[in-house]
Nanobody, 125 residues
Framework: QMELVESGGGLVQAGDSLRLSCAAS????????VAWFRQAPGKEREFVGG????????IYAASVKGRFTISRDNTKNAAFLQMNSLKPEDTAVYYC??????????????????WGQGTQVTVSS
């Protein structure tokens, strides 16, 4: 498994932006597709977006499409989640996940066998 460490969370106001980072180590990062998930209090974990191994293909949940952007830098073993126009309903713990494979990104959590510890994002109204 790969070790993943998220950072960049915090408390912001509605309409603000945040950029989350996911630092990877322990495996060859470019062999993995990456996704971001989130979990709000009292709710199930939900898919936010995913990116394939080389960053060419991305997919997003409908709730964040057009506001969030996933990217990665394989030379730095890192992935990113740029979040713009944040809303109070975006408040959650955000998790980075990685799954071995050169296939396209997927929203199914079972594909990802490495998970970070999460970073809290709180958006006030």
């Amino acid at each position: 498994q790969m070790e993943l460490v998220e950072s960049g969370g915090g408390l912001v106001q509605a309409g603000d932006s945040l950029r989350l980072s996911c630092a990877a180590s322990g495996r060859t990062f470019s062999n993995y597709r990456v996704a971001w998930f989130r979990q709000a209090p009292g709710k199930e974990r939900e898919f936010v977006g995913g990116i394939n191994w080389n960053g060419v293909n991305t997919i997003y949940a409908a709730s964040v499409k057009g506001r969030f952007t996933i990217s990665r830098d394989n030379t730095k073993n890192a992935a990113f989640l740029q979040m713009n126009s944040l809303k109070p309903e975006d408040t959650a713990v955000y998790y980075c996940a990685a799954g071995l494979g050169l296939q396209g990104p997927t929203r199914y959590p079972a594909v990802y066998d490495s998970w970070g510890q999460g970073t809290q994002v709180t958006v006030s109204s």
